[in-house]
């Protein structure tokens, strides 16, 4: 891991000494290689791409307080008042993907509606887009040393070690799951599929109901193997917030499945 990209040089006025650190540069990168892909995908099926635009603007500031809102009520609690600026400090990392997704959801359900732009054609554009930007994203995490795995056997050959650093909040020294890049490479897998598969849905909202289901699953089963206790838990050990929130996204979703496949039936 390697949580610090570049530092700016001493001498340099305001930024001088500042840190870049990795997980902040590819959250960034993240986003923009989503833009592109989501501003390509809306031209594609006849979306208005100035709009598209403007809507991914909005989804990304709301993702990220989401995402943080969700990483200081599970991780910090309490501690928060001590130091409330924390909330702004979201490239030193303290993101919930889960959280990002509730936050884009709200802002752009409301803004697809206001501009009439069709809510789940719009969401099937955005779908593979998130998976991208999410993939990138985690590995950022790895970076970081956050969202870290169990401890695992010495022998076990994908094990990772972290070292020890100030900037980590990865246990140095030991052997543990790298979860942070088996998400990664599930996100990957997950934009792929959804390529493939946008030429082939059934209907409008698909795609996107698709992609919550599937990166659900994903979820549910890593949250088995990461270490990180501060993501919180419903019932601890046995289930965690993500994994919760997962079985309810599942639910959700196949409900709006069968609704919306009656409707184009109909």
């Known amino acids: 891991m390697h949580p610090v990209l ?9 930024i001088g000494g500042y840190n870049i650190r990795v997980y902040g540069f590819l959250v ?10 989501v501003k390509k995908e809306s031209r594609r099926v006849g979306l208005n791409p100035d709009r598209t635009m403007d809507l991914f ?12 809102v969700f990483y200081i009520i599970n991780s910090v609690g309490a501690d928060f008042f001590s130091d409330p600026l924390m909330i702004f400090r ?3 990392g303290g993101l919930v993907f889960q959280g990002g997704i509730i936050g884009a959801i709200a802002v752009g359900i409301y803004y697809v509606r206001k501009h009439k732009m069709g809510v789940f054609k719009t969401g099937d554009v955005f779908a593979p887009g998130l998976a991208l930007g999410h993939a990138v994203g985690r590995i950022g995490c790895f970076f970081a040393g956050c969202c870290y795995g169990k401890q695992c056997d010495l022998d076990y050959p994908l094990r990772v070690v ?4 100030p900037l980590s909040v990865a246990p140095p020294g030991i052997a ?26 059934p209907f409008d909202g ?5 992609y919550l289901m599937v ?6 089963i890593l949250e088995i193997y990461r270490g990180d206790q501060i993501r919180g838990f419903v019932v601890e050990p046995y289930l965690s917030n993500g994994q919760f929130l997962s079985v309810v996204t599942i639910i959700v979703c196949l409900f709006l499945w069968v609704y919306l496949k009656r409707g184009k039936a109909s």
């Open 176 to 201: 543990v799951y790298p979860t942070q890049l088996f998400e990664s490479l599930g996100e990957f897998a997950i934009f792929g599929f959804l390529l493939w598969y946008r030429r082939r849905k």
């Open 206 to 210: 698909a795609m996107f109901l698709m």
């Open 215 to 220: 990166y659900s699953v994903l979820r549910s």
């Open 28 to 37: 960034a990168l993240g986003f923009l290689l989503a833009l592109i892909y």
């Open 57 to 68: 603007f909005y989804i990304a500031i709301f993702s990220i307080v989401g995402a943080r």
């Open 6 to 14: 570049f530092t700016f040089p001493e001498f340099l006025p305001l």
């Open 90 to 92: 979201f490239w030193e």
């Open 162 to 165: 972290f070292p020890h650093d």
